[in-house]
């Protein structure tokens, strides 16, 4: 696969940027992250490193939303 490595953490950044305008993305970095990680055998190392910072990310972030949300619930019983 044929990515500049050096995109990636660019990309996450831009996520990060759209979501503090409160815009929606046009682009989904997390759909590009989960299409590379689909095909490892495509990836060079540096390339997999980088995907797996960047969906270290990604995962943690989704914990922090189903924990608020799951807050959310319990205190609205």
């Given at each position: 696969?044929?990515?500049?490595?050096?995109?990636?953490?660019?990309?996450?950044?831009?996520?990060?940027?759209?979501?503090?305008?409160?815009?929606?993305?046009?682009?989904?970095?997390?759909?590009?992250?989960?299409?590379?990680?689909?095909?490892?055998?495509?990836?060079?190392?540096?390339?997999?490193?980088?995907?797996?910072d960047d969906l270290s990310v990604v995962?943690?972030?989704?914990?922090?939303?189903?924990?608020?949300?799951?807050?959310?619930?319990?205190?609205?019983?």
């Amino acid at each position: 696969m044929c990515i500049c490595v050096c995109k990636l953490p660019w990309g996450r950044s831009c996520i990060e940027h759209y979501r503090s305008l409160k815009r929606q993305c046009v682009f989904s970095h997390d759909e590009l992250l989960f299409e590379i990680a689909s095909a490892p055998t495509t990836v060079d190392i540096k390339l997999a490193e980088c995907l797996v910072d960047d969906l270290s990310v990604v995962i943690e972030h989704e914990k922090h939303l189903r924990a608020d949300l799951l807050s959310q619930v319990n205190c609205s019983c």
